[in-house]
């Protein structure tokens, strides 16, 4: 199938959009940008920049920012990165139409316990969805570093129109029909990343941080074979490889995050006033409780719940986890 995917929009004008604006326009492509943010659109438009969200990067003047979503209605297809909790609120007053949308939050819908294809799809039932993710800091994005991602749509014919517009040189999708799979491993991820830095952050060792990547990625597999994930999908770049970048670096907002919880600062503290997401501390909850509804066992997403809500403190959650009844590595 051949579909004609020439002008490309960005909606979210935050440090993930902006990078990957800044893909799309590093072939000489040119690209709008939908930005909330009045000070971002006149610093990107003025000054080739987006300080706000991501402070000392030199952007292409292929970008065009915006601040007005109807402008978008002549694109061919749009890249939609604004964050999950917002997801479906943005794109009620999007022009989608039937233009492919491709997803780039991370996240699950809180109160409604919806993936983003599934918010996606109520709000543009005509648009052809794809999912976007793996392991990209948008930092060494948006500076070309060399970078590889999961991109899943299920008609797979759209999904390669879409990879080969999005490729280049530094940025390598690789195909896939599981939008479910792409979407749980990049939305627990956050979770578990929260949980790495309270390691980092109450200085509990490295033997620790592996335990939790492993053990919180076999709770990743659970919930996502449960609900229909492919166990190659959440071992690939969208699961394992997203899990492993983002617990291993305070790079990661959610790390971070973690890391403060780690150090005794309450979450109510770390999450005040802050203009950056941290997904993992809406998703957590709403994990939590999604996995008891499929009957899956999540214990460490149990325990960052516990100490995002400040009902326990790390030493708690420590024990709790260690002295649980010994079980098979395999189950
Ligand atoms: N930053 C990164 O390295 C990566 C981020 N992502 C995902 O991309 C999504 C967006 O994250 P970032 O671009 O990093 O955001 P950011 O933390 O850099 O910026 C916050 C974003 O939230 C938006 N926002 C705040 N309040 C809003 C509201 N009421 N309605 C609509 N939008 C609102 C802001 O306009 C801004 O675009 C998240 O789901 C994140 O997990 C995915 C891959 C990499
Ligand atoms: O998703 C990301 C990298 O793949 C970014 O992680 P944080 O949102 O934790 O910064």
Partial sequence: MSMALE???VIGGGAWGTAMAQVIASDGSDVLLWARETEVVEAVNADHANPLFLPNVPLSDRIRATGDLGALADCDALVVVAPAQFLGAVLAEAPCGDRPLVLCAKGIEAGTQRLMSEVA???APAAPIAVLS?????HEVAAG?????????ADEA???ALAERLRRPGFRPYLSQDVVGAEIGG??????AIACGVVEGAGLGQNARAALISRGFAEMTRFGLARG???ETLAGLSGLGDLVLTCSSSSSRNFSLGKGLGQGIPAADLLRDRRTVAEGAATAPVLADAARAAAVDMPIVDAVCALLAGQAMVSEVVTALLSRPLKQEGR
């Fill in 121 to 123: 799809a109520d709000a």
């Fill in 229 to 231: 994930a492919r166990a």
């Fill in 187 to 192: 939305a627990v991820k956050n979770v578990l």
């Fill in 145 to 153: 570093h060399p970078t590889a991602i999961t991109l899943a749509c």
């Fill in 134 to 138: 793996g392991p990209t800091f948008a």
């Fill in 158 to 160: 759209v999904g390669l």
């Fill in 7 to 9: 002008r490309l929009g």
